[in-house]
C-alpha cells in the first residue's frame, strides 16, 4: 500500500535555527497535510496543500507541495522552544482507492530544540 | 467554536473486555473519523462516518465498530481486547469527509 516516509526522523536544534524536513512517497498525492503532535495530545492541523508547486505559509511555517506530487516539505523558520514536538505529514490516498475518507501518515519527525 | 471532544481521558481494561470510546465533532463538521496511535508511530485509519454510515474503513479486524448519531457524534467500540489494542485513540472530524481532519485530543487504552 501507499506509504509516507519522513526525514529526518529527529532533530535536535538550536533556538533561532531554521528547520527542514521533508516527506516522500512512491506513489503521487493529490493533497498533503502537515500536523503537529505534542505529548499526550492529538495532531494539529498546520497546512493543507492542494496543488503540485503549491507553497504555503503559517507564520514562521512553510509547505511546498512537490511538483511530482510524490514529497513535500516543511520549514520552520527562527525556531522557539514551543516548537518541540512530532511533525507529521498525511494524505488521502490515491485516485481508485477504496480507503474512503482515510488518511495514511507518515512516522513523524521529532524535533528538539535547545533554548 | 467548539473543537473536538474525546472521553475518556484514560482508560484501563483487562484483556478480553469490551470498551466504547466517545467523540464529539467539531461545530458544523458533520463526519467523524477514527484513528489508533501506537507509541512512536504515526496515526493508522480504523474507519470513517458520515450521514451516520461506515464511509471507509481501515485494516482493522470487525470486532472494532463505530457508531454515528444525528448530531454527528461518534461512537468506536472495540470488543474482545487484546494487549496490542493499547494505544491512543484519536477522533478526528471534518466537514462531508474533506481531507482537512480536526483532531480531538485522544483517549489513552491501556489492555493488561
Known sequence: GQQLNQSPQSMFIQEGEDVSMNCTSSSIFNTWLWYKQDPGEGPVLLIALYKAGELTSNGRLTAQ???????????IS?????????????????????????LIFGQGTTLQVKP | ???VTQSPTHLIKTRGQQVTLRCSSQSGHN??????????QGPQFIFQYYREEENGRG???PRFSGLQFPNYSSELNVN??????????????????GDE?????????TVT
Open chain 1, 65 to 75: 507541495f512537490g511538483i511530482t506530487r510524490k514529497d513535500s516539505f516543511l520549514n
Open chain 1, 78 to 102: 527562527a525556531s522557539i522552544p514551543s516548537d518541540v514536538g512530532i511533525y507529521f505529514c498525511a494524505g488521502p490516498p490515491g485516485p481508485g482507492s477504496s480507503n474512503t475518507g482515510k
Open chain 2, 1 to 3: 467554536e467548539t473543537g
Open chain 2, 31 to 40: 463526519t467523524v473519523s477514527w484513528y489508533q496511535q501506537a507509541l512512536g
Open chain 2, 59 to 61: 485494516n482493522f479486524p
Open chain 2, 80 to 97: 474482545a481486547l487484546e494487549l496490542d489494542d493499547s494505544a491512543l485513540y484519536l477522533c478526528a472530524s471534518s466537514l462531508g469527509g
Open chain 2, 101 to 109: 481532519q480536526y483532531f480531538g485530543p485522544g483517549t489513552r487504552l
